[in-house]
């Protein structure tokens, strides 16, 4: 079967895998913050160590980029700043008072929105109350913070690098300006340019571009031109999504243009691969499902070392069982169960205010969600997985390698002696390996399309 062939056969909505189980399938909705807080107690029972991850939302931006699917409010209104920072003091508050002891912070990730929507005075108070400092020592935690490149300033740049940050992502999709337009996101070469240099001047060393393939009136040529101009600028991670068409869950924010606009199929899947080609010949190596990191940078060393790990956040060097979510619309995972917050600035600092953990839904997983959650996990990490050898898992291992037969017969896994591997061949399919695993794909009836396209 060709290349063509195949992406007929599996380009078929599936999840990202973010969480196992995936958020449509969570069953604790609501989830009241009673639950919430009984869980996070049983997990430090469980768990020795007292390390989080810390993902800050900033919901804020000026301005509505259509091709996003992140929750977020637009507003130019920048009075909103003080007390949205207030808000979410408050809620790690209540979080260390239900932890009843001071956490280890081993990674914090400012998220958006538009992160530097902000003032970087507010960002800096809201760190140094976080961490109860003047600074921390980026080798005892890492920082890092997504950028819009038309609204981060030098003092963005210096303010969070001279408290300990030196991770910043920009988000550049692509360069061609029939595209910009198409989604509303305009920024020139030389903007992006400009600030990578300088944020590379002020000491940063591990700078992400955010590229997209599949938006819409992308072309080869175009997209050809995007690939080389961010390799003169040679960022030290480089993460390549597929663009998720989902209008019909986000509204009419992915509206702006007609599906005839979207490059298909075969079409997009060349625009991954020409990028794929031109980044690894040009000394990136290929992370996880959609990342690309140079050699020496930590991505690479932890992919390398098997010490990869993946969360709300994406892909990260930190593997930590425990992520809090703070801001609206945020996820916290404390392993055995996940919890959202309200999903409305309002509600959120309404909850908040009042003393309450703002949570809305969430799902507390069984030991079978644990183990199908590792091996998914390992997936699209490493790529292979053990299967649990244990009779109460064997009639559920029988299921998953016959829902993985169709991609043992196309050569794009293999399974020996208990390991399932996805083959180099099988790589753009690992979505379509991990949905083998997945129980709730395989026991519900799903009657409206709930995923984006695999490929």
């Excluded at 989830?31 to 107690?41: G, P, Q, R």
């Excluded at 340019?193 to 700078?207: D, E, F, M, P």
């Excluded at 930590?320 to 392993?335: Q, V, Y």
């Excluded at 205010?353 to 998914?376: A, D, M, Q, S, Y």
Aim: hydrophobic share 35%; proline share 4%.
């Amino acid at each position: 079967m060709n290349n063509v062939e195949l992406l007929q056969k599996y380009n078929i909505p599936g999840p990202r895998y973010t969480s196992y189980p995936t958020v449509p399938f969570w069953k604790n909705n609501p989830l009241s913050e009673t639950e919430w807080k009984e869980t996070i107690k049983k997990f430090i029972h469980s768990f020795e160590h007292q390390e989080v991850s810390l993902y800050i939302h900033l919901p804020f931006c000026e301005n509505l980029c259509t091709f996003c699917g992140c929750h977020k409010r637009i507003t130019k209104n920048h009075q909103v700043e003080e007390p949205y920072i207030d808000t979410l003091l408050k809620e790690w508050e209540l979080y260390k008072t239900t932890f009843q002891f001071e956490p280890s912070i081993k990674e914090l990730h400012f998220g958006g929105g538009t992160p530097t929507f902000f003032q970087a005075s507010e960002l800096i108070r809201l760190l140094k109350r976080i961490f109860n400092s003047t600074s921390i020592s980026p080798e005892t935690c890492e920082l890092s913070f997504e950028a819009h490149p038309g609204s981060t300033s030098e003092t963005h740049l210096k303010e969070l690098y001279n408290f300990g940050f030196r991770r910043v992502s920009f988000g550049i999709q692509d360069y061609d300006f029939e595209v910009q337009k198409a989604i509303h996101r305009v920024q020139s070469f030389e903007l992006v340019s400009n600030v990578h240099l300088l944020a590379q001047k002020i000491g940063y060393t591990s700078i992400n571009h955010d590229l997209v393939y599949g938006l819409p009136k992308q072309t080869m040529v175009a997209f050809q031109n995007t690939i080389d101009l961010t390799l003169q600028l040679k960022p030290e991670r480089i993460a390549l999504y597929s663009y998720a068409h989902v209008p019909w869950i986000k509204g009419t924010g992915q509206r702006g243009y007609s599906e005839a606009d979207l490059p298909q199929d075969a079409d997009k899947r060349a625009l991954y691969e020409m990028a794929y080609e031109k980044l690894l010949a040009n000394g990136y190596i290929a992370i996880g499902m959609d990342h690309f990191a140079l050699p020496n940078d930590s991505l690479t060393l932890a992919f390398n070392t098997r010490k990869l790990h993946r969360n709300f956040m994406g892909y990260t060097t930190k593997s930590t069982n425990w992520m809090i979510g703070l801001g609206m619309s945020s996820i916290s995972d404390c392993w055995i169960g996940f919890a959202q917050n309200d999903k409305t600035v309002e509600s959120y600092q309404e909850q908040v205010n009042k003393g309450i953990i703002p949570v809305f839904r969430g799902h507390l997983l069984t030991e079978t969600e644990l183990v199908i959650r590792k091996h998914i996990l390992d997936l699209m990490c490493h790529f292979e997985t053990q299967l649990t050898e244990n009779q109460e898992f064997e009639s559920i291992n029988l299921e998953i390698i016959k829902r993985l037969q169709p991609l043992i017969e196309d050569e794009l896994v293999i399974v020996e002696n208990g390991t399932v591997q996805i083959l180099q061949k099988g790589l753009p399919y690992v979505r379509n390996a991990c949905m083998a695993f997945d129980q709730d794909l395989a026991t519900n009836v799903i009657g409206q399309q709930l995923f984006s396209k695999t490929i």
